[in-house]
């Protein structure tokens, strides 16, 4: 795979550049995920916060994990589509919502999380990390 790897949000108001490979790709099967993906569950790519250049406007907004954490989310104003979460306090890295990437391929779980709350019918691959919860 060679980076960058462009993405945007379904009406291309916001357009990204990933230039590095993410640190983790995680499949999160929380009730939380399952809303915002509208789907059984979410994949969030872990990266650096430097290795990713975004153009357009992004409204946010933000909820308080049952962590404790902030989980602040940036998405398009216009059509809706999250783009990425963070917590303010680690700015370093952030959680892209890569399915908006051009070239999805590299997005293979190596990790599902929140096996607790994910989908009967949904079997986890062989070979990946399973935690119940929040690692
Ligand atoms: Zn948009
Ligand atoms: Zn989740």
Redesign the pocket.
Same mark, same amino acid.
């Given at each position: 795979m060679t980076y960058p790897i462009n993405g945007s949000c379904q009406c291309g108001g916001v357009r990204y550049t990933l230039k590095a490979a993410p640190l983790a790709v995680i499949a $999160?099967? $929380?009730?939380? $995920? *399952?809303k915002?993906s509208t789907s059984a569950?979410?994949i969030?790519a872990v990266v650096n916060s430097e290795d990713v250049e975004f153009e357009g406007e992004m409204a946010e907004w933000s909820r308080l994990a049952d962590s404790g954490n902030t989980n602040a989310a940036r998405f398009c104003p216009t059509c809706g589509n999250r783009i990425y979460h963070y917590n303010p306090a680690e700015p370093g890295k952030i959680k892209l919502k890569p399915a908006s990437l051009d070239d999805t391929s590299i997005l293979r779980p190596t990790a599902h999380?929140?096996l607790s *709350?994910k989908q009967a019918w949904f079997e986890v691959p062989e070979g990946v990390a399973t935690h119940d919860g929040q690692p």
């Open positions: $999160c099967h $929380c009730k939380a $995920c *399952q915002l569950f979410s969030t999380i929140w *709350q």
